[in-house]
Nanobody, 126 residues
Framework: QVELVESGGGLVQPGGSLRLSCVASGITLADYTIGWFRQVPGKEREGVGCQSNVDGNTYYEDSVKGRFTISRDNAKNTVYLQMNSLKPEDTAVYYC???????????????????WGRGTQVTVSS
């Protein structure tokens, strides 16, 4: 059984930082491209970024570029999302997702992913 479990969310002041973790079981993350997405009530789930398992390259949406960083530790079967300089508009439930991949292309749409975590809430507020 495949499971992705996010953690690390919480309440942070504007300008602060958080690091989200996504631990996988039942799959080997080294075989999967990882995407991070976020969603606020009443809106569609939107992409934050993704990291290819083939070449390790990352893609970020313009709204988070330069502030967020995706990394992975394959030995721990864990992926991270480091979020710096957080803004109130970053408030959302954050999800990690995994897609089996053997090419280095970026997967940017939720429908392209095979497995999802349940999400972790991030709230940026003073």
């Amino acid at each position: 059984q495949v499971e992705l479990v996010e953690s690390g969310g919480g309440l942070v002041q504007p300008g602060g930082s958080l690091r989200l973790s996504c631990v996988a079981s039942g799959i080997t993350l080294a075989d999967y491209t990882i995407g991070w997405f976020r969603q606020v009530p009443g809106k569609e789930r939107e992409g934050v970024g993704c990291q290819s398992n083939v070449d390790g390259n990352t893609y970020y949406e313009d709204s988070v570029k330069g502030r967020f960083t995706i990394s992975r530790d394959n030995a721990k079967n864990t992926v991270y999302l480091q979020m710096n300089s957080l803004k109130p508009e970053d408030t959302a439930v954050y999800y990690c997702a995994a897609r089996f991949a053997y090419s280095s292309r970026y997967y940017l749409q939720p429908r392209e992913y095979d497995y999802w975590g349940r999400g972790t809430q991030v709230t940026v507020s003073s």
